[in-house]
């Protein structure tokens, strides 16, 4: 059973820089046509994919957050990682973490979601 988990803080600072970790189990993130996914969702909104990282270590982004945006991964720990920079409020999201097998808008598996906010 492929199992994910966000880890990282809930209250961030404008301007900051978040990092938020996805742990794996139950799958290797470097198995053939996985792409690990981080979407986020503000309150009252419709998800966002944000971007991935492929089981060969390409990443994708979604342009509009591409200038902010870094994900890598420690294939030692099975561990993939997003790095958002100059945070806004607009920023304040429940944050996902997710398999898919690289067909737009399908997803087999999700982490259970983290809450974000960007405050002062």
């Known amino acids: 059973q492929v199992q994910l988990q966000e880890s990282g803080p809930g209250l961030v600072k404008p301007s900051q820089t978040l990092s938020l970790t996805c742990t794996v189990s139950g799958d290797s993130i470097t198995t053939d046509v996985s792409y690990w996914t981080w979407i986020r969702q503000p309150s009252g909104k419709t998800l966002e994919w944000m971007g991935a990282?492929?089981?060969?270590?390409?990443?994708y982004y979604n342009p509009s957050l591409k200038s902010r945006t870094a994900i890598s991964r420690d294939t030692s720990k099975n561990q993939f990682t997003l790095q958002l920079s100059s945070l806004t409020p607009e920023d304040t999201a429940v944050y996902y973490c997710a398999r898919s097998n690289g067909i737009p808008g399908e997803y087999e598996n999700w982490g259970q979601g983290t809450q974000v906010t960007v405050a002062s």
């Open positions: 990282i492929g089981y060969s270590g390409s990443t």
